[in-house]
């Protein structure tokens, strides 16, 4: 018996050498590499936006609505401020918000399906009751009486944002611990006394990381649009401060057709930066899945 769970235990489909697998199959992958290098250049360009922007985002220093020339590459909006620097900082604020929010919500997700999947029972079905709640409101409807609740700022879009990601993200997690707490492994675990806890982030979470991964590289680009859309419909962060979505929204579609390019800049930063991450969370299901691996084979 005791040989059996020792091969059991070594038999578990996931190790830490093989989570380094996916970043060399990834240049496999021309588009998740490019959505890959995309990505490096948004979080290189938010981390250094004061040294590469020319200008305050917030000071209303040149002609209003001036076109796109050589001292303002991306022309200036309607209070004379320049778009180039606006859109800049904007990538600061938008990836911040996008990824800290996943972050929690991610967190909040795993915590939640995996105690509702791997527990079951009562505590299963009250858990997923109470998912299918949240899950039957719109998602945008939901962010927007929260935030409405809470008031306008940047900590409250990021706990609207973390709260709206958790019902789902849960339920997926939830699928993929159902999947893997009657595996083999974790029966031999149980064999050899290992506690509920231990089970859970020994054997268990290490083979759902995958699945993790993916989720993480879809809901981004979504939790960025989220924001764009709250700042869009006046709800987001406050002005002055430079959002894509603030600078899509409000008064400024008042000028959109005399001065395009207050529109086109900040919708092609936010367009570029949720095809990034698509093209990178498509790569990374592709190689993640082993269903679509053995179909390559």
């Known amino acids: 018996m005791t040989e059996a769970v020792g091969e059991a235990l070594e038999a578990r489909?996931?190790?830490r050498l093989a989570m380094l697998g996916p970043l060399r199959d990834l240049r496999h992958h021309p588009l998740g590499m490019f959505g890959l290098v995309v990505i490096v250049?948004?979080?290189?360009?938010?981390?250094?936006?004061?040294?590469?922007a020319p200008y305050s985002p917030t000071e209303q220093n040149f002609a209003v609505l001036d076109s796109p020339s050589a001292s303002n590459l991306f022309g200036t909006d309607?209070?004379?401020?320049?778009?180039?620097?606006?859109?800049?900082?904007?990538?600061?604020?938008?990836?911040?918000?996008?990824?800290?929010?996943?972050?929690?919500?991610?967190?909040?997700g795993t915590v939640v399906g995996t105690v509702s999947g791997f527990l079951g029972g009562r505590i299963d079905t009250a858990i997923q009751r109470l998912v299918d709640v949240m899950l039957a409101f719109p998602q945008l409807i939901l962010l927007m009486t929260i935030t409405a609740a809470l008031g306008a700022s940047v900590r409250n879009i990021v706990i609207a944002i973390s709260i709206g990601i958790i019902p789902g993200t849960s339920?997926?997690?939830?699928?993929?611990?159902?999947s893997e707490r009657n595996n083999q492994y974790v029966e031999a675990a149980r064999v050899m006394g290992a506690s509920d806890l231990r089970i859970i982030t020994r054997h268990v979470l290490p083979n759902v990381t995958a699945t993790i991964i993916v989720i993480v590289s879809i809901l981004i680009p979504a939790a960025t649009l989220l924001e764009a859309a709250l700042s869009f419909l006046g709800l987001g962060v406050p002005p002055p401060t430079p959002s894509w979505g603030a600078d899509l929204g409000g008064q400024a579609r008042e000028y959109f057709r005399t001065a395009?390019?207050?529109?086109?800049?900040?919708?092609?930063a936010l367009s570029?930066?949720?095809?990034?991450?698509?093209?990178?969370?498509?790569?990374?299901?592709?190689?993640?899945?082993p269903r679509l691996r053995r179909g390559r084979r």
């Open 78 to 108: 309607r209070l004379g401020r320049d778009v180039l620097s606006r859109v800049i900082y904007g990538t600061r604020l938008s990836l911040g918000i996008g990824l800290t929010a996943v972050f929690f919500g991610i967190v909040g």
């Open 13 to 15: 489909p996931v190790s």
């Open 171 to 178: 339920r997926i997690i939830r699928g993929a611990v159902l």
């Open 272 to 289: 570029l930066t949720v095809l990034a991450f698509n093209m990178l969370g498509d790569a990374l299901r592709d190689i993640l899945d």
């Open 260 to 268: 395009p390019w207050m529109a086109i800049f900040p919708g092609a």
């Open 41 to 52: 250049l948004l979080v290189a360009v938010a981390l250094f936006a004061p040294l590469i």
